[in-house]
């Protein structure tokens, strides 16, 4: 299985800062990697597809990029609603696999 | 507007079973691959179980093979999870999961989840 891993586990920051979160594969996935935001209590929820494209109704702020076994996750100006935790999955071979998530958390 | 809504978990004691239950709505269900994805308590999210949209292909994690079988009724827009011989290890919110591209396999649509919690 290809083992995703991101980083940092967690962090703060405060609204208004650009954040970037690092997400790694254990071998290359070409573009075939997601990022869903995730908060206490809720499904997670479709940001990011195929490494850079933006489900629709995501704000633009969110910004995904990277290809082969090296991507991140950018939010160019964080807004109090996307304090949650954020996971990577690849789905470039079966079985889909997800990172350990990072918690974006209020400096 | 698209819809999935879990339901069936509850509290189950070790060796027992669970059936799952997914009921779709606002999409042509029958033309979708469906994955149910568990998370346990203050734990990440890992993948149980796929389907494709006819229902003649399915795949399972390592670690429920043999005793989960996932399934669909297209005519009931509904997608199942049988689950027998629970473990504790098997405690877990589940969620059912609309794969958006099949080329691609991203989830677009999640349920809200069941929680199944495994205990005596």
């Known amino acids: 299985d290809i083992q995703m891993t991101q980083s940092p586990s967690s962090l703060s920051a405060s609204v208004g800062d650009r954040v970037t979160l690092t997400c790694r594969a254990s071998q290359s996935i070409s573009s075939y990697l997601n990022w869903y935001q995730q908060k206490p209590g809720k499904a997670p929820k479709l940001l990011i597809y195929?490494?850079?494209t933006l489900e629709s109704g995501v704000p633009s702020r969110f910004r995904g990029s990277g290809s082969g076994t090296d991507f991140t996750l950018t939010i160019s100006s964080l807004q109090p609603e996307d304090f949650a935790t954020y996971y990577c999955?690849?789905?470039?071979?079966?079985?889909?696999?997800f990172g350990q998530g990072t918690k974006v958390e209020i400096k | 507007e698209v819809q999935l809504v879990e339901s069936g978990g509850g509290l189950v004691q070790p060796g027992g079973s669970l059936r799952l239950s997914c009921a779709a709505s606002?999409?042509?269900?029958?033309?979708?691959?469906m994955y149910w994805v568990r998370q346990a308590p203050g734990k990440g999210l890992v993948w149980v179980s796929r389907i494709n949209s006819d229902g003649s292909s399915t795949r399972y994690a390592d670690s429920v093979k043999g005793r989960f079988t996932i399934s669909r009724d297209n005519a009931k827009n509904t997608l199942y999870l049988q689950m027998n011989s629970l473990r504790a290890e098997d405690t877990a919110v589940y969620y059912c999961?609309?794969?958006?591209?099949?080329?691609?396999?991203?989830?677009?649509?999640w349920g809200q989840g069941t929680l199944v919690t495994v205990s005596s």
């Open positions: 999961a609309r794969v958006g591209n099949d080329q691609a396999d991203y989830f677009d649509y």
């Open positions: 606002g999409f042509t269900f029958s033309s979708y691959w």
């Open positions: 195929t490494a850079s």
């Open positions: 999955q690849q789905s470039y071979s079966t079985p889909p696999t």
